[in-house]
């Protein structure tokens, strides 16, 4: 068993009460940060970690963190990034609604480290429920003296407020994020200005992802070189991966980063293998915006090393024999999975998402959905397929948010890896569409 | 927006509503009331059988004290807000990558033939609508619909049966957008 440092107590009947939080050893980190450490001390802790921003990006916490402008008489904020709404990802939703306090136990601790006297979580509309469980932990948190004037008489001010989203995949982004809760449409900013410098209405603002600032818990708790202990070069510490698709034990793990895809895949302590005794088609180890890996690239690197569940190593070969750790959403795709039918399915996705903005994000996704509906439908082209990869090549790196390259990345991984399979949808349309998955083993050996 | 939309009632907050959000913009620096404006919303939406008229919309605007047009713009971005008229319950269908996986398009097809109507269409009764939407981070649990507030997860043939059922036994209770 890996360390767990925080699910640990997860499972623990009425843990999202502040009562049973505490008796577990909950909000030790304010008393330690608040009492003991100056705000700058509680960032080199974070800075000492090696703790990287668990959304997706992988940015260095602490660096991004120093990077916070600090003008006199100017309001600082932090923003809790809740919007959790990557296909695949379903971990800030399972930590929410397990330990609310320790959400709100990183965000103060976090906010006295920025000298943020108002935060905000911004939580995605879907998960509404958790909105109430998150307003009724803040208000235990209030009641026992961890938020308002003066916490633990130390002179620190802070409210913490949740904002509700209502179903928008682009307020993930944080410019869009911040859009959206000054009350707009979340179309992202053109950047530089950075949040750092003008974030929330006009002002210093940190955004970090709901995993980032749980973990900041830890290791003010247990000190950052504790921290950087686990894991390995500079993935450390422990990460939450959601696994989903043909797998034998869906659901939410806490993994230390110093495990094998393979081991991840296949121990009965995580996904338990492939279900119903399938084999492995593929992989999309980080969220649907990640390269799809072809199952002979999950578990080992091109060059032949075990792949480890690490930032460095999923990315091993780049984008032509690797992925992204991204956001954790490692979802599964067995021997029977449409390759075809999957792009389409996110295609549609990112089409669906698409702020609009940007003409290459807004045109391209379109086009790509279309495309590839067609190709999936039994109305492809030969030529179909090296127009998608034309359009996604158009698309990437030529739009203000990293949306149009979260749209591309998987549709030229899908044809870089499996081209035969849509050769085969242009070919043989009529069977492809009789049978309405993709490949089986005796056509091309899954 | 307007086409669609216009044929609606006039809407005014209950007082209740409007209380709590007059509340909400206390969270937000002197000023920046319309940083309430998704939250209030919903409570409009709620409030109006589920839908946003152009006077719920009007209302939010002169509640929030910001102009109407700063709330269409809003309404019509985000995914969550109905402009046209929909059922009681709003089943939402998640229809993403991994709930693709585990059968969701079928589940769909199943239920707007078990209920004779298709995709963003209401039942004449006005008990149902069926909606597709993307990702609602339930993977893990697929395949899953959302009605209100609540996720019903590992779905299959007979749960929607039950669930259909209890519906028009008046037995489900959709949740709330107000202050628990």
Redesign the interface.
Known sequence: MGRKLLLEHAQVEGMHTYDVYRKNGGYRSVEKALKTMSPDAVVEEVKKSGLRGRGGAGFPTGMKWSFLAKPEGV?RYLVCNAD???????KD?YLMEKIPHLLIEGMITSSYALGAN?S?IYI??????IL?IL??AIAEAYAAGWLGKNILGSGYDLDL?V???????ICGEETALLE???????NPRIKPPFPAVKGL?QSPTVVNNVETIAAVVPIINDGGDEYAKIGIGKSTGTKLI?????INR???YEIEMSITVEEFLYSDEWCGGIKGGKKLKAC?PGG?SVPILPHFLVCKTAAGEDRMMTYESLSDGGFATGSMLGSG?F?V?DED?CIV??TW??AR?YA??S?GQCSPCREGTGWMEKVLHRLENGGGKMSDIDLLVDVAKKIEGNTICPLGDAAAWPVSAAIRHFREEFEWHVNEPRVCMERNYGLVREKIGV | MHTATQNGTPFKYSPAARAEVLELTK?Y?EG?A??????A??IAQEENQGWLSVAAMDEVADTLG?TPI?VY??AS?????NLNPVGKYVLEFC????C???GAESLIEYTKLKLGVGKNQTTPDGLFTIKE??????????PMM?VG??FHEHLNEGKIDQFVEDCRLGKIDK?T?K??
């Open positions: 309001p959790e709404s990557e296909p695949g990802t379903f939703r108002t905000y995605r509309g879907e998960y509404s429920w109430f307003e009724k407020y904002n509700i989203g209502a179903g928008a995949y959206s809760l000054e009350g707009k449409r979340g209405w959601s696994a989903s698709g043909n869906p659901g939410v999309v649907s959403g979802i795709y999975q039918r999957n399915n996110f996705f669906h998402e702020c | 969270k620096p920046r319309k940083s309430a404006i998704l939250r919303l919903h910001i700063e713009e809003v971005f985000y995914s969550m807000y229809h993403t990558g991994p693709a996986v585990e939407v993307e990702c609602l981070g339930a993977c893990g649990y697929a959302q507030e609540f949740g957008w202050m628990h």
